[in-house]
């Protein structure tokens, strides 16, 4: 049972009148003092709020609303992933033939990079080689 179940609240010195929200406290069982919001029963902190949409069509009405430009599209950021890891390759290759001078660029490892990759057994050698081919696209 709820020990202070008033269903109202009063703010700002009496001008503003609201519910208050019905969660209550699964340890102290006191009911939330924060008010409800618009056409719920429960404060933003207890579900009030929107989750977003949950269907493939409300999923892709809000993908649409939010395209500015074709940059940050999923297939844009496949193509920069699998760029990024042809050059990835390139540079592992390109220092243990000697190429360059100096170490391995900074930072995080692209998606795809195998975990440890010895290229000194050939055939992890063909595979990284195989990596910095550029993928054939369809006509």
Request: charged share 30%; proline share 6%; with cysteine.
């Amino acid at each position: 049972m709820i020990k202070n179940p008033e269903p109202l609240l009063v703010t700002a010195g009496g001008k503003i009148i609201c519910r208050r929200c019905k969660a209550q406290s699964s340890r102290t069982k006191l009911q939330c003092a924060k008010p409800a919001l618009n056409g719920k029963a429960v404060c933003s902190s207890h579900g009030g709020r929107s989750t977003g949409p949950k269907t493939k069509e409300g999923k892709a009405k809000i993908r649409a609303a939010h395209y500015k430009h074709g940059e940050e599209t999923l297939e844009a950021k496949a193509e920069r992933s699998e760029k990024s890891t042809m050059f990835y390759y390139l540079e592992l290759i390109g220092n243990h033939v000697g190429l360059f001078d100096g170490t391995n660029t900074n930072g995080r490892k692209p998606k795809g990079v195998l975990a440890k990759l010895d290229l000194n057994d050939p055939e992890q050698l063909v595979q990284a080689l195989s990596k910095t081919l550029p993928k054939e696209k369809p006509p």
